[in-house]
């Protein structure tokens, strides 16, 4: 089928088809430019537009290779683009009358509505796999909701922590990218059919009808944007590029955490490689290829914004370079997505390290100055600068947390304040006890354990709703 013969004598040259074709990576358009055709004609039948034989034959021929599958089509690159192999299989098939096919139908209209078609179940698809990471992350929260962890700001010991709450922190992240899926995805699910090549046609076209037999929640109000907007590819690259900064994020933690130093958690033997020639090593080169893949659909999303800024209306062929890189972010991501499922799902927590590190370094001291706070009435800055001399003196004297006690306290807040605070040992010690000083921490979104078993709950109602 060769489109330019009505106009131009003589063939590309065959750099030029190569060039402009765009065959290749218009593969995954395969299904949805079937259901396309088949409802445009579906459409065209029932406004009495195109003869009905016509329209039967034309829709048993798109049954038949829907049966037959992509490899009954002609990918040849002279054809520029999936929509010629179609229409030359179908021309093929039932000879000329496929030409109706075509009627109030232009590829501008057709490549954005399959492109938006193929890209619904990319986001349906990915939004599940989110929420099944989610479900497991909830499980491992569940299994550790005491388990004592080390929590960081500035990549310095901070705070006592509990490996559930860091968990369920991954937990509200990931929600958040399926969130943002689920909105772009009514951005996606629009139809542009019967924008035709641009102003629409003068044929009395249903593209409610169309609309609703592709599954498309609203028909787009004008045509010009119709086949001109990318923006919803724009858009969703952006939420695979905010998902892949999520999963880079949580990569990277595995990265730092399995490092000798810190000796948190092991990854599985199943996610590690070795070393050709340490022969001691066990590398994390899965949470390091996750980190560094995540930059990609960084990359496809400034390539898409570029590409898209400064064309004017209506459609350019421009837009055609979109999709390669819509499909290489998507792709990219997904990957990234599944392979941190499995290698957190099997991460080993070492609990002893954790808690050694939970209590050690001072990381109690803020409940310290609180607990000053709480029972003696005093303001939190003087707590504050107590606690600092206190933590600054012991590790001066060569002390660890578990050797400071009421006498301690006493004498460095008499230095600091003139006064002793008289807290006695008690309270002393359960103030810089990491697992009382988690449990305290019971405010809405805090690590205690019944705080982050609210906030399971929450998680889990927004699973299955
Ligand atoms: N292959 C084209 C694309 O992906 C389809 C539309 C081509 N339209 C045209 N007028 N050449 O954008």
Same mark, same amino acid.
Request: contains cysteine; proline residues 3%.
């Given at each position: 089928?060769?489109?330019?013969?009505?106009?131009?004598?003589? *063939?590309?040259?065959?750099?030029?088809?190569?060039?402009?074709?765009?065959?290749?990576?218009?593969?995954?358009?395969?299904?949805?430019?079937?259901?396309?055709?088949?409802?445009?004609?579906?459409?065209?039948?029932?406004?009495?537009?195109?003869?009905?034989?016509?329209?039967?034959?034309?829709?048993?021929?798109?049954?038949?290779?829907? #049966?037959?599958?992509?490899?009954?089509?002609?990918?040849?690159?002279?054809?520029?683009? @999936?929509?010629?192999?179609?229409?030359?299989?179908?021309?093929?098939?039932?000879?000329?009358?496929?030409?109706?096919?075509?009627?109030?139908?232009?590829?501008?209209?057709?490549?954005?509505?399959?492109?938006?078609?193929?890209?619904?179940?990319?986001?349906?698809?990915?939004?599940?796999?989110?929420?099944?990471?989610?479900?497991? @992350?909830?499980?491992?929260?569940?299994?550790?909701?005491?388990?004592?962890?080390?929590?960081?700001?500035?990549?310095?010991?901070?705070?006592?922590?509990?490996?559930?709450?860091?968990?369920?922190?991954?937990?509200?992240?990931?929600?958040?990218? %399926?969130?943002?899926?689920?909105?772009?995805?009514?951005?996606?699910?629009?139809?542009?059919?019967?924008?035709?090549?641009?102003?629409?046609?003068?044929?009395?076209?249903?593209?409610?009808? #169309?609309?609703?037999?592709?599954?498309?929640?609203?028909?787009?109000?004008?045509?010009?944007?119709?086949?001109? /907007?990318?923006?919803?590819?724009?858009?969703?690259?952006?939420?695979?590029?905010?998902? $892949?900064?999520?999963?880079?994020?949580?990569?990277?933690?595995?990265?730092?955490?399995?490092?000798?130093?810190? =000796?948190?958690?092991? %990854? $599985?033997? *199943?996610? /590690?490689?070795?070393?050709?020639?340490?022969?001691?090593?066990?590398?994390?080169?899965?949470?390091?290829?996750?980190?560094?893949?995540?930059? @990609?659909?960084?990359?496809?999303?400034?390539?898409?914004?570029?590409?898209?800024?400064?064309?004017?209306?209506?459609?350019? =062929?421009?837009?055609?370079?979109?999709?390669?890189?819509?499909?290489?972010?998507?792709?990219?991501?997904?990957?990234?997505?599944?392979?941190?499922?499995?290698? @957190?799902?099997?991460?080993?927590?070492?609990?002893?390290?954790?808690?050694?590190?939970?209590?050690?370094?001072?990381?109690?001291?803020?409940?310290?100055?609180? &607990?000053?706070?709480?029972?003696?009435?005093?303001?939190?800055?003087?707590?504050?600068?107590?606690?600092?001399?206190?933590? $600054?003196?012991?590790?001066?004297?060569?002390?660890?947390?578990? !050797?400071?006690?009421?006498?301690?306290?006493?004498?460095?807040?008499?230095?600091?304040?003139? $006064?002793?605070?008289?807290?006695?040992?008690?309270?002393?010690? *359960?103030?810089?006890?990491?697992?009382?000083?988690?449990?305290? =921490?019971? &405010?809405?979104?805090? %690590?205690?354990?019944?705080?982050?078993?609210?906030?399971?709950?929450?998680?889990? !109602?927004?699973?299955?709703?």
């Amino acid at each position: 089928m060769d489109l330019r013969a009505g106009r131009f004598d003589g *063939q590309m040259t065959d750099d030029a088809a190569k060039f402009s074709s765009s065959i290749e990576f218009d593969r995954r358009l395969f299904d949805a430019d079937i259901k396309c055709n088949r409802a445009h004609t579906t459409m065209l039948m029932e406004e009495g537009i195109i003869p009905e034989e016509s329209a039967k034959k034309i829709l048993d021929a798109l049954d038949k290779l829907e #049966t037959e599958g992509i490899d009954a089509l002609d990918m040849n690159p002279s054809f520029e683009d @999936i929509h010629m192999a179609l229409e030359d299989y179908i021309t093929k098939l039932i000879g000329q009358e496929a030409g109706f096919m075509h009627t109030a139908k232009s590829r501008n209209d057709q490549v954005c509505t399959d492109v938006r078609i193929a890209l619904k179940e990319e986001i349906e698809n990915t939004i599940g796999a989110i929420k099944d990471f989610i479900r497991t @992350i909830v499980d491992m929260a569940k299994d550790n909701l005491d388990t004592l962890f080390i929590a960081y700001t500035h990549l310095q010991h901070a705070q006592p922590n509990t490996f559930a709450h860091h968990l369920m922190a991954y937990a509200n992240e990931l929600r958040r990218d %399926c969130e943002r899926f689920e909105d772009t995805y009514k951005r996606v699910d629009m139809s542009p059919l019967g924008s035709a090549a641009l102003t629409t046609t003068g044929f009395p076209i249903n593209r409610n009808r #169309t609309a609703e037999l592709l599954g498309f929640t609203k028909v787009m109000d004008n045509s010009i944007d119709g086949v001109s /907007s990318r923006d919803f590819a724009a858009e969703a690259i952006f939420d695979y590029a905010m998902l $892949s900064t999520t999963l880079g994020k949580m990569a990277d933690e595995v990265v730092i955490w399995s490092s000798y130093e810190f =000796r948190m958690v092991e %990854c $599985s033997n *199943q996610y /590690s490689s070795t070393s050709s020639i340490m022969p001691q090593k066990k590398n994390p080169d899965i949470a390091e290829l996750a980190r560094g893949k995540s930059t @990609i659909a960084y990359g496809e999303l400034m390539t898409v914004l570029s590409m898209i800024k400064g064309i004017p209306h209506s459609y350019n =062929r421009d837009l055609q370079e979109v999709s390669p890189h819509l499909w290489n972010a998507i792709d990219n991501t997904n990957e990234i997505l599944k392979i941190m499922h499995g290698m @957190i799902s099997t991460l080993t927590i070492n609990k002893d390290r954790t808690e050694y590190l939970a209590g050690a370094n001072f990381a109690t001291a803020t409940e310290l100055a609180d &607990v000053m706070v709480r029972h003696k009435n005093i303001p939190f800055r003087t707590a504050h600068k107590i606690v600092g001399r206190i933590v $600054s003196e012991a590790i001066d004297e060569g002390i660890g947390t578990n !050797d400071i006690d009421d006498d301690y306290v006493n004498r460095i807040s008499e230095m600091v304040t003139g $006064s002793p605070i008289n807290l006695g040992d008690e309270l002393v010690s *359960q103030a810089l006890n990491p697992l009382k000083n988690v449990k305290s =921490r019971t &405010v809405k979104g805090g %690590c205690a354990p019944s705080a982050v078993e609210e906030s399971i709950e929450i998680m889990e !109602d927004y699973l299955s709703e």
